[in-house]
């Protein structure tokens, strides 16, 4: 997500100073015309806006706040962009710690996946004051295509946990629609197209319905880290009183694919853990459809 991202900044000629905690990762964009830096403070100290992408609430709060972070080296005023999904709780404290320190935060989680990270296509969640989403978002438009400012500082961490239940519960859906089509004779390709234009169809269904059906597991997202936003979901939903039904089935559910060592599999192979309940495949055989039109 973070490398699609980081190439569309440079495509627009910002000037990119990169860092990354596993260095091969930023050798693409070093190439692509990036500068390089030899840590998060080193960017720090000379950057006026930040944007990090990472994978969880304590990676975040470490290239932040720990030893040799942000908070130790940037100069005040100085604009954070957290693009990553954590805890809504755990940014505010952020905020209020960097704001503390003179630092702008805004929270800015991102949805659309590696492909749209890559089109610059993604749909960014900001939690900010007005004055810092307004400094935010010229870099965000190069990066995403639908930007909402929701709120102060956390709020976009706390829209985000709901686009995780709508994702979540509607790739639940598309694994047993297709499930039901296979067991009834029909082509699950087909029903695909049959219904992605109607009132059941989804970006979910047209994108990784096909790649359920080819048995094609390349990661938009992995098991993993839906997971990661998953416990989120749940913490929030506990602290709120939400009962999260759906959700918690889901959730169960990756839970049985990790424990098989699934977890790098893109999150679509949710689909395994329903077809090991009953017995049967999206790719079991159906009827021909010959003179079919």
């Not at 082509?187 to 790649?211: E, F, K, M």
């Amino acid at each position: 997500m973070g490398s699609g991202m980081a190439h569309n900044l440079l495509a627009a000629g910002v000037d990119l100073v990169v860092y990354n905690r596993t260095p091969s990762r930023a050798a693409p964009l070093i190439a692509a015309g990036a500068r390089a830096a030899s840590s998060i403070g080193e960017i720090a100290a000379q950057a006026s806006s930040i944007l990090l992408c990472l994978s969880d609430t304590p990676d975040v709060e470490a290239v932040l706040l720990g030893p040799g972070g942000v908070a130790e080296s940037c100069l005040e005023d100085t604009l954070v962009v957290d693009l990553s999904t954590i805890s809504p709780e755990a940014t505010r404290r952020i905020g209020e710690t960097l704001a503390a320190r003179q630092i702008r935060f805004c929270d800015a989680p991102v949805s659309g996946g590696s492909e749209g990270a890559a089109k610059g296509t993604l749909s960014i969640m900001v939690g900010a004051s007005d004055r810092d989403f307004e400094r935010a978002l010229p870099y965000l438009n190069l990066i995403g295509r639908t930007i909402t400012h929701m709120g102060p500082v956390g709020s976009g961490q706390t829209c985000k946990l709901v686009n995780q239940v709508l994702g979540a519960v509607t790739m639940l859906g598309v694994a047993e629609a297709l499930l039901l089509a296979s067991a009834g004779g029909i082509d699950p390709a087909r029903a695909i197209v049959a219904t992605a234009g109607g009132a059941g169809g989804s970006w979910l269904l047209s994108n990784r319905g096909p790649q359920m059906v080819e048995r094609d597991w390349t990661p938009g997202f992995t098991i993993d880290l839906q997971q990661k936003d998953l416990r989120l979901v749940l913490q929030a939903a506990d602290a709120c009183g939400v009962p999260l039904l759906g959700t918690s089935v889901v959730f169960n559910l990756y839970r049985s694919l990790q424990n098989s060592g699934l977890g790098a599999e893109g999150n679509h192979a949710l689909v395994m853990a329903v077809e090991r309940l009953s017995g049967l495949t999206v790719t079991d055989a159906h009827p021909g459809t010959d003179g079919a039109s």
